[in-house]
């Protein structure tokens, strides 16, 4: 907050009010404006601008979709590279079984041993990446979190909302 009159911080002057700090610290030679605001009612203020403004309905469901759409987006990047890494691993063991498969028909070459080597060594760092990336997790976001979130942040702040839940809200919005 500034002071109109001369462009100083409005400050705490008392417990319980703010005022010009030029005129309260500088004299009446920098600033005349004795003016206050009492604390509560800046705050109120404030409250206010934030329920009005940021606590927009269409403003929270805009962050909400963008929001979703982010999460989803990232975990799908995550689900498709921990699935190309399963379809690997199988692929590779099945080219070791079909090695097996070959030996066991008496179809030994002394390159399969070389590539056998070669599989093995893909399979473990296959194996290894998988376990280092566990997977993600299968999480949906409700379709009204938004109406949610707006709901629970004026719940929360007395200041912003002094009511109580409605009869049957939790029942209501994990139904839905």
């Not at 473990?124 to 376990?131: F, V």
């Not at 976001?141 to 002094?162: E, F, G, V």
């Amino acid at each position: 907050m500034v002071c109109d009159c001369c462009g100083a911080t409005y400050t705490l002057i008392n417990k319980s009010r703010y005022g010009c700090s030029a005129a309260r610290n500088k004299g009446n030679a920098i600033c005349t404006n004795r003016a206050t605001i009492e604390r509560e009612e800046v705050e109120a203020r404030v409250l206010g601008g934030l329920k009005d403004r940021l606590m927009h309905p269409d403003l929270v469901a805009v962050f909400v979709e963008e929001y979703r759409r982010a999460w989803n987006d990232a975990q799908a990047g995550q689900m498709a590279a921990r699935a190309k890494t399963e379809r690997d691993l199988a692929q590779v063991e099945r080219k070791i079984a079909g090695i097996l498969s070959a030996i066991e028909d008496g179809m030994y070459e002394p390159s399969m041993k070389t590539r056998m080597e070669e599989l093995k060594v893909e399979k473990a760092r296959l194996s290894s990446g998988l376990a280092e990336t566990p997977e993600p997790p299968a999480l949906r976001l409700h379709p009204r979190l938004a109406d949610h979130y707006c709901w629970m942040s004026l719940r929360t702040d007395p200041a912003l909302s002094p009511r109580s839940d409605p009869p049957g809200y939790y029942v209501f919005w994990f139904m839905t």
